[in-house]
């Protein structure tokens, strides 16, 4: 690996992370906890400084989140793959070398509705478009709902 970045250093940087729940597991109750967040960014910050002696949080927040999109990736990669119905042969293997170190991650890795912000400004609301009927004539109506 490049950077200090160690096959090893990532590893055992990865199991720090893995032990702090706080950091990564939203659907529990320490994850709201922010003693406990600055605790454990602080001993991930502290293990990053033997290799980098300029690394702060917001380095280690970025080392994070840089690892986990590469990984999201390739889980998008593997559902996709099972989705369309491939035999167990033909599923895709990823090919990270970390993907398995952050499977504990995986089932906070949710798909989040995307939002349409292409009107430039405009109206934002989603379209609604209802027929109306009235004397065997039909009427197009395009209704604007704001949330």
């Given at each position: 690996m490049e950077n200090g970045w160690s096959t090893q250093f990532t590893t055992d940087f990865l199991a720090m992370y893995r032990a702090n729940?706080?950091?990564?597991?939203?659907?529990d109750k320490v994850y709201l906890n922010?003693?406990?967040?600055?605790?454990?960014?602080?001993?991930?910050?502290d293990f990053c400084k033997t290799q980098f002696p300029e690394a702060n949080r917001d380095f280690v927040v970025k080392k994070i989140?840089?690892?986990?999109?590469?990984?999201?990736?390739?889980l998008k990669k593997v559902n996709l793959s099972k989705r369309s119905g491939a035999s167990s042969d033909d599923v895709?293997?990823?090919?990270?070398?970390y993907f398995n170190l952050l499977l504990f991650t995986s089932d906070?890795?949710?798909?989040?509705?995307?939002?349409?912000n292409t009107n430039n400004g405009e109206d934002a609301g989603p379209q609604?478009?209802?027929?109306?009927?009235?004397?065997?004539?039909?009427?197009?109506?395009?209704?604007?709902n704001t949330i």
């Amino acid at each position: 690996m490049e950077n200090g970045w160690s096959t090893q250093f990532t590893t055992d940087f990865l199991a720090m992370y893995r032990a702090n729940p706080c950091l990564w597991k939203i659907s529990d109750k320490v994850y709201l906890n922010r003693n406990k967040k600055n605790e454990a960014y602080r001993q991930l910050v502290d293990f990053c400084k033997t290799q980098f002696p300029e690394a702060n949080r917001d380095f280690v927040v970025k080392k994070i989140q840089s690892l986990r999109g590469s990984f999201r990736k390739e889980l998008k990669k593997v559902n996709l793959s099972k989705r369309s119905g491939a035999s167990s042969d033909d599923v895709y293997t990823p090919s990270l070398w970390y993907f398995n170190l952050l499977l504990f991650t995986s089932d906070c890795e949710t798909a989040s509705d995307s939002i349409d912000n292409t009107n430039n400004g405009e109206d934002a609301g989603p379209q609604e478009v209802i027929n109306i009927q009235v004397s065997e004539k039909v009427f197009t109506s395009a209704l604007y709902n704001t949330i």
